[in-house]
């Protein structure tokens, strides 16, 4: 089955940190197009995979409709000069450094489990890194379809990405992101 972008979605939450946390902004970074696939052999799920992969120049930036549902620690608007400069930190040689590594990608090593709840051991790359971690899966619709939620914690440092720190930390980046997704195939 192929993914339906039209369908799916993938987000990352961004947290802010540091003594003046107060005077910095979550953030939410989303995903307008990726690509992937699910295979689910008619024997189960013990030899089932999937793939997902996007690049990081195509995430989109605190999207004000995104921002809005995710309730108050994210109803600060935010000007297009900063959410511009976000971007260019984000991506930038001493953050992701996306002109050397511009893709994410996800690869289901092993599933295990029963419909409606899996588990999958995924290898996930990013930032020229790959690390390995079992997620939780909820899925729903099949045969005909497959519907994929789950999310899981990253730590951007167990990638090599050091998280954006100003004044000696005193406004920051959490470390830790919450990256979460809803993925549909047909």
């Not at 953030?27 to 024997?43: E, M, S």
């Not at 730590?155 to 992101?177: C, H, I, N």
Request: aromatic letters at 8%.
């Amino acid at each position: 089955m192929r993914l339906s972008p039209a369908e799916s979605s993938l987000r990352i939450l961004v947290f802010r940190a540091g003594r003046a946390a107060r005077l910095g902004h979550n953030h939410v970074l989303t995903a307008p197009r990726f690509t992937g696939y699910f295979h689910l052999p008619d024997d189960g799920p013990a030899r089932a995979t999937f793939d997902l992969e996007f690049r990081l120049d195509e995430l989109q930036i605190d999207d004000p409709a995104q921002r809005a549902a995710l309730g108050s620690a994210w109803a600060s608007v935010i000007s297009q000069p900063m959410i511009d400069g976000t971007r260019d930190h984000m991506l930038s040689a001493s953050n992701m450094d996306a002109q050397h590594y511009p893709y994410v990608r996800v690869h289901a090593l092993e599933i295990s489990g029963e419909a409606p709840h899996f588990a999958a051991r995924v290898a996930f790359e990013m930032h020229g890194q790959v690390r390995e971690f079992w997620l939780p899966l909820k899925v729903s619709g099949l045969p005909e379809r497959v519907e994929v939620e789950g999310s899981v914690v990253l730590r951007q440092t167990d990638f090599g990405v050091r998280p954006y720190s100003v004044g000696a930390g005193l406004l920051a980046v959490k470390d830790e992101v919450i990256v979460e997704f809803r993925l549909v195939g047909h």
